[in-house]
């Protein structure tokens, strides 16, 4: 088994994944908001 140390990992790639998620997931129910207050506005 590979040796490993606690508290060594590099975890910046993961963080970065991780912060582009978040901000994808945030954008689009931005945009799915607007469509619906959109729909609602235009679409009687």
Same mark, same amino acid.
């Given at each position: 088994m590979a040796d490993h140390e606690h508290g060594t990992m590099d975890y /910046?790639? $993961? $963080? /970065?994944? #991780?912060?582009? #998620?978040?901000? #994808?997931v945030t954008r689009t129910v931005i945009v799915i908001l607007v469509l619906l207050v959109l729909m609602a506005i235009f679409i009687r």
């Open positions: /910046k790639e $993961q $963080q /970065k994944m #991780f912060d582009g #998620f978040v901000s #994808f």
